[in-house]
């Protein structure tokens, strides 16, 4: 053998072993090899939707078929608390299971509900300046919506929420959530907001506001797309059932380049600030079909939206 040759391969060997081991590190401890944007996409990929097989763009898929399902998402903390959700058969969700969080009546904030954090590099893709999330959910039949709770969304840098308004620097949130009679809104925290806690952006479909119907799965999916710092050119656009629902423009998400779309933010709770935004009974909700992608997504799979 060469021995010019061999001493050339080794250094590239030791080369390649310390670029993968200084970006293990760097990343946080989350293997090189996840790095699979092009690729197929990352979370439970035995139980991916027939109709999201082969597309391009899907990064990650969560429909909790898994019994493994949390380790997937790789939480930054939680899940919390804990005894709030649980995995059951769910007729009418993709792979016909669901993710069913319990509500109970007199609470209001975190401990009312279910709530996780993930951030993208430890999901195994990067940081983003767009990106789309989309779920199915279902509100129990005879669901009590009182004055409005938090729905999971999307987010970036610290992900500020209750109350920190953001300064252009730390972060951001896209979360939806329901308002009376279910209602449906974006939420949003980004500098410049009217008050210390988020602004309400209203989703309509042929100029009329929409609402979540107990007892009825619905498809949720919203697009992001980051202002370039300096310009107010951030966008939001979200679809209801494959109806777009919203889609608003010259949005501010940040002052900095570094600060980026990096984050998924499993919230829902009931609240508000005060008791009166309490459930009054338990309820039960059911989350189903997370996807994040690159592109559209789309209601991907047949539903009845009616079981």
Same mark, same amino acid.
């Given at each position: 053998? !060469?021995?010019v040759? !061999?001493?050339?391969?080794r250094? +590239?060997?030791?080369?390649? &072993?310390?670029?993968r081991?200084?970006l293990?590190?760097?990343?946080?401890?989350?293997p090189?090899?996840?790095?699979?944007?092009?690729?197929?996409?990352?979370?439970?990929?035995?139980?991916l939707?027939?109709?999201?097989? @082969?597309?391009?763009?899907?990064?990650f898929?969560?429909g909790?078929?898994?019994?493994?399902?949390?380790?997937?998402?790789?939480? =930054?903390?939680?899940p919390q608390?804990?005894?709030?959700?649980?995995?059951?058969?769910?007729p009418?969700?993709?792979?016909g299971k669901?993710?069913? &969080?319990?509500?109970?009546?007199?609470?209001?904030?975190?401990?009312?509900?279910?709530?996780?954090?993930? *951030?993208?590099?430890? /999901?195994?893709f990067?940081?983003?300046q767009? +990106?789309?999330?989309?779920?199915y959910?279902?509100?129990?039949?005879?669901? =009590?919506?009182?004055?409005?709770?938090?729905?999971?969304?999307?987010?970036?840098g610290?992900?500020?929420? @209750?109350? *920190?308004?953001? #300064?252009? %620097? =730390?972060?951001? $949130?896209a979360?939806?959530?329901?308002?009376?009679?279910?209602?449906?809104?974006q939420?949003?925290?980004?500098?410049?907001?009217?008050?210390?806690y988020g602004?309400?952006?209203?989703?309509?479909?042929d100029?009329?506001?929409?609402?979540f119907?107990? @007892?009825?799965?619905a %498809?949720?999916? $919203?697009?992001?797309?980051? #202002?370039?710092?300096?310009?107010?050119?951030?966008?939001?656009?979200?679809?209801?059932?494959?109806?777009e +629902?919203?889609?608003?423009?010259? /949005?501010?998400?940040?002052?900095?380049?570094?600060?980026?779309?990096?984050?998924?933010?499993?919230?829902?709770?009931?609240?508000?600030?005060? /008791?009166?935004w309490?459930? *009054?009974? =338990?309820?039960?909700?059911?989350?189903?079909?997370? &996807?994040?992608?690159?592109?559209?997504?789309?209601?991907? $799979?047949?539903?009845?939206?009616?079981?």
């Amino acid at each position: 053998m !060469n021995p010019v040759v !061999n001493a050339v391969q080794r250094r +590239a060997l030791r080369m390649d &072993v310390f670029v993968r081991v200084a970006l293990f590190l760097l990343l946080g401890g989350v293997p090189v090899s996840l790095f699979a944007a092009d690729g197929p996409p990352l979370g439970d990929l035995a139980h991916l939707e027939p109709g999201l097989k @082969g597309r391009s763009g899907i990064l990650f898929y969560q429909g909790f078929a898994s019994p493994n399902w949390i380790k997937s998402w790789a939480p =930054d903390w939680g899940p919390q608390p804990l005894d709030h959700g649980a995995v059951v058969d769910a007729p009418g969700a993709p792979g016909g299971k669901a993710l069913r &969080v319990t509500y109970p009546a007199g609470e209001i904030g975190g401990p009312s509900g279910y709530q996780f954090l993930s *951030h993208f590099p430890k /999901l195994g893709f990067p940081a983003m300046q767009e +990106a789309y999330l989309r779920y199915y959910l279902r509100f129990e039949p005879g669901f =009590d919506f009182v004055k409005g709770g938090k729905l999971p969304g999307l987010g970036g840098g610290q992900a500020n929420t @209750g109350g *920190h308004a953001p #300064n252009g %620097c =730390d972060g951001w $949130t896209a979360r939806m959530m329901w308002r009376p009679d279910g209602r449906i809104v974006q939420y949003v925290y980004h500098p410049g907001q009217k008050g210390i806690y988020g602004d309400d952006l209203d989703w309509a479909v042929d100029g009329k506001p929409v609402y979540f119907e107990p @007892g009825r799965w619905a %498809c949720v999916e $919203t697009r992001v797309k980051l #202002n370039d710092p300096g310009s107010n050119n951030g966008e939001i656009q979200s679809w209801l059932d494959g109806r777009e +629902a919203l889609h608003a423009k010259g /949005l501010r998400f940040r002052d900095v380049p570094e600060l980026k779309l990096d984050v998924f933010f499993f919230s829902t709770f009931f609240g508000g600030g005060d /008791l009166s935004w309490a459930a *009054h009974k =338990d309820e039960i909700a059911d989350f189903s079909g997370f &996807v994040l992608g690159r592109g559209p997504i789309g209601v991907a $799979t047949k539903q009845s939206f009616h079981q």
